[in-house]
């Protein structure tokens, strides 16, 4: 019998799962938020500043999730541009997390929660990063 599949076939098997790590999560959720107008980037608390030293916990900074089955919830904080509308970056922000997540996981967004914990001149977010 032959094994192989033509690309039209799929293959259903009964104990199989789709898992995704959290940091994945939080990695496409960053990616997001740096494609979005007037978010000038993510803010973390002190744990993610001493987490940020040990590697890729950068991309992770100011996310976290909760994943339950098929639905994760983010809880997100950033700093935005001095003059953006944050309900207009908030809107863009949704929509795009949401679509993104659905497009490359298949997992529903839930809930997206966006602290703003600052708001800064892109001359001042330029000096605060160098």
Same mark, same amino acid.
């Given at each position: 019998?032959?094994?192989?599949? /033509?690309? +039209? =076939? ?7 799962? &789709?898992?995704? *790590? ?11 938020a ?33 994943? /339950?089955e +098929? =639905? ?7 700093? &935005?541009?001095? *003059? ?30 966006l602290h ?8 001042e977010w ?5």
């Open positions: 019998m032959d094994a192989t599949l /033509d690309q +039209n =076939q799929s293959v259903v098997l009964a104990q199989s799962r &789709l898992t995704f *790590d959290d940091y994945v999560l939080q990695k496409i959720a960053n990616q997001c740096q494609e979005v107008d007037g978010i000038l980037g993510m803010d973390g608390n002190m744990v993610d500043s001493i987490s940020e030293t040990f590697g890729n916990e950068r991309l992770s900074k100011g996310i976290s999730v909760e994943v /339950d +098929n =639905q994760v919830t983010y809880d997100m904080s950033a700093i &935005l541009s001095y *003059d953006a509308d944050a309900r207009a970056v908030f809107k863009a922000l949704c929509h795009h997390v949401e679509t993104k997540v659905k497009q490359m996981t298949g997992l529903q967004v839930l809930e997206l929660n703003v914990s600052d708001m800064m001149t892109r001359r330029q000096k605060a990063n160098s």
